[in-house]
């Protein structure tokens, strides 16, 4: 069971900052590649950023490139999604994800290869 939670508030002015967070209580997070994806309204869901398990390999799509950045704990079963200088453009729900059997070139950024979703969270960045 993979959970999301959000920390901050939802709503957030242009340039403000927010912080995600996905934890589950499975002990094999650690070797799972998690990915953040997003979907705006009317549109498909797409590939934000994501981490392979061992956080040495990341994805960070061109459009929130030097403005989000993704990180785990394995520790905590966690990984976060920090966002700066938010746009109006990053409006969109958020969801995590979990790529339970990534072997190679991790993290996959096709949403089929993702074996676990979280419930997604609201992101609303006013301009």
């Known amino acids: 069971d993979v959970q999301l939670r959000r920390l901050g508030e939802g709503l957030v002015q242009a340039g403000g900052s927010l912080r995600l967070s996905c934890t589950t209580s499975d002990g094999t997070f650690r070797s799972w590649a998690m990915g953040w994806f997003r979907q705006a309204p009317g549109k498909e869901r797409v590939l934000v950023s994501a981490i392979a398990w061992s956080s040495g390999s990341t994805y960070v799509d061109d459009s929130v490139q030097g403005r989000f950045t993704i990180s785990r704990d394995n520790a905590k079963n966690t990984v976060y999604l920090q966002m700066n200088n938010l746009k109006a453009e990053d409006t969109a729900v958020y969801y995590c994800?979990?790529?339970?059997?990534?072997?190679?070139?991790?993290?996959?950024?096709?949403?089929?290869?993702?074996?676990?979703w979280g419930q997604g969270t609201q992101v609303t960045v006013s301009s």
């Open positions: 994800a979990a790529d339970i059997v990534c072997v190679h070139n991790c993290p996959r950024r096709d949403s089929p290869s993702y074996d676990y």
